[in-house]
């Protein structure tokens, strides 16, 4: 009993000196002291983080579509309200009331811009879509009330030059696709062409 006593002795001095050179010193310079199923128990909580950060992008992500989607929703429905205005507007048959709108829709026609490169442009362009037809209108009718007013020359530079920007805009949009299609044309070439040099026998 003498032996196996000093022997005990001696072991539970061993381990209090470790558990005390741990609290003092830290695991640099001491023997570290493992539980059985730490990591587990880390990896679960590290897992129940993650899921829990998951859970929060994914709510604000739909919280930001739904609040994109009512903005577009009430743009849209200002946008519908100003083309019923434009498009219910009577043209007028005598020359000064015509002059006199045609001034206005061309001073608004010359400021108009396209953008087809958004939902919400694509929204706004109704506006300047259903202001520059309006006028084309307008300019038909002065043109068969006052065929040679010196007018006519500025009101059509004003629908010519409408044109040209909304042209401009729809060639952006066909650019941005032809670029769209060369990456990803260029990109599946590129893959294959390395599956290729991976696979070739030497």
Sequence with gaps: MGRIGDSFKREIGKNTGKFVSNLVFGDKHSTPYRRVGDSEAQ????EAY???ADADVERV???IEKQEKDDLNILDSAV???VDIVLQTPIPQDEGGLLNLMSIWAAQLSGSKWDYLSEEGIIRNQFPDA???KYKQC???LKS???THAMIQYYDNVLTEATNRRENAKQKKLWKKIWKIAGITLGVLFFIFLFLVATKPF
């Design 43 to 46: 990896r679960a909580r590290a």
């Design 50 to 52: 993650q899921t829990r």
């Design 61 to 63: 992500r739909a919280q």
């Design 80 to 82: 519908l309200k100003n």
């Design 131 to 133: 202001l520059m037809e």
């Design 139 to 141: 300019t038909m009718v």
């Design 145 to 147: 009330i006052a065929p």
